[in-house]
T-cell receptor, first 110, second 113 residues
Framework: GNSVTQMEGPVTLSEEAFLTINCTYTATGYPSLFWYVQYPGEGLQLLLK?????DKGSNKGFEATYRKETTSFHLEKGSVQVSDSAVYFC?????????FGAGTTVTVRA | EAGVAQSPRYKIIEKRQSVAFWCNPI?????LYWYQQILGQGPKLLIQFQNNGVVDDSQLPKDRFSAERLKGVDSTLKIQPAKLEDSAVYLC???????????FGPGTRLTVT
């Protein structure tokens, strides 16, 4: 079956630090990959996506590259802000379903 | 454009009681999803509707959970009777079709005591 494994949290960083959240997946075929973000008190929002191997998704300073050879889709941001504090979910779309990782809580301190 | 609306936002009930959640999707979205998000886990799909028909309910515990989508618009999810392990956030999402780009509501946090 399809599954997503992402780095456990929580992760606590200082402002302007570099953020990486690891994500690996198992899927049949060629899934599309996503990062969703959930800010406190809000619903999940699509942060970025990549639909084929070697695609790079980017948004709001975040980036992730679809690596088929390592079945990975790691999320990175070069300089985080307090407003980036949220829960981040890696997800894949395959067989017409979204499968989510467990989520990584990120707290950025001023 | 209004987003996905859900109510109530919070609910506390005792085990064996019943509870219902309501979702109003984005106008014009044909597909509606209910997810269960247990603390520390990612959302898990419970049921998917296309218009007012069920597309996938393979992970819905049908002995206690039921859902309907009235006239292909609003939807309700019911739990009867509730168990302690049903404590979770119930998320509703909608999309224009059976595609990955889903728009999520804020969720209903259920606590069963």
């Amino acid at each position: 079956g399809n599954s997503v494994t992402q780095m456990e949290g929580p992760v606590t960083l200082s402002e302007e630090a570099f953020l990486t959240i690891n994500c690996t997946y198992t899927a049949t075929g060629y899934p599309s990959l996503f990062w969703y973000v959930q800010y406190p008190g809000e619903g999940l929002q699509l942060l970025l996506k990549a639909t084929k191997a070697d695609d790079k998704g980017s948004n709001k300073g975040f980036e992730a590259t679809y690596r088929k050879e390592t079945t990975s889709f790691h999320l990175e941001k070069g300089s985080v802000q307090v407003s980036d504090s949220a829960v981040y979910f890696c997800a894949l779309w395959s067989d017409y379903k979204l499968s989510f990782g467990a989520g990584t809580t990120v707290t950025v301190r001023a | 454009e209004a987003g996905v609306a859900q109510s109530p936002r919070y609910k506390i009930i005792e085990k064996r009681q019943s509870v219902a959640f309501w979702c109003n999707p984005i106008s014009g979205h044909a597909t509606l999803y209910w997810y269960q998000q247990i603390l520390g886990q990612g959302p898990k799909l419970l049921i998917q509707f296309q218009n007012n028909g069920v597309v996938d309910d393979s992970q819905l515990p049908k002995d206690r959970f039921s859902a309907e989508r009235l006239k292909g618009v609003d939807s309700t999810l019911k739990i009867q009777p509730a168990k302690l392990e049903d404590s979770a956030v119930y998320l509703c999402a909608s999309s224009p079709g059976n595609i990955y780009e889903q728009y999520f509501g804020p969720g209903t946090r259920l606590t069963v005591t």
